[in-house]
């Protein structure tokens, strides 16, 4: 999955579902004031930090498999994971921020829905 076109978009708030084991994260993209939710799915485990009244994208990353890559590694590390399976039920989503939050979730699947 391909998220880097959420480039500049902001974040504009998240909920966290403890029932539904899910997180959503409120975006809004300033030029054209799209707004759009982005879903994770049955989440293991998430971390997110830095969160201000500010909160601009500069890059999302999903990763579906292991590789050497050291945001996967930086990743892990937040989510306080020493291994992760990937399999077709599991990915790592990164958010990396240019101003405010940072946010990284290990996850069964992401939607995102533009509204």
Not at 25 to 39: G, R, T
Not at 45 to 71: K, T
Not at 104 to 110: L, R, V
Request: net charge negative.
């Amino acid at each position: 999955m391909n998220l880097s076109y959420l480039h500049d978009w902001e974040i504009r708030g998240i909920d966290v579902d403890h029932d539904k084991k899910s997180l959503k994260i409120s975006l809004l993209e300033p030029v054209d004031n799209k707004n759009a939710v982005l879903v994770c799915n049955e989440v293991k485990r998430f971390f997110a930090s830095g969160m201000m009244l500010q909160n601009v994208i500069l890059d999302v990353l999903v990763f579906e498999e292991n590789d050497s890559s050291d945001y996967l590694e930086y990743c892990k590390k937040m989510l306080n994971l020493k291994t992760v399976s990937f399999d077709s039920r599991s990915c790592i989503m990164y958010i990396e921020p240019s101003i405010g939050i940072e946010v990284a979730c290990y996850c069964k699947s992401i939607n995102l829905n533009v509204l």
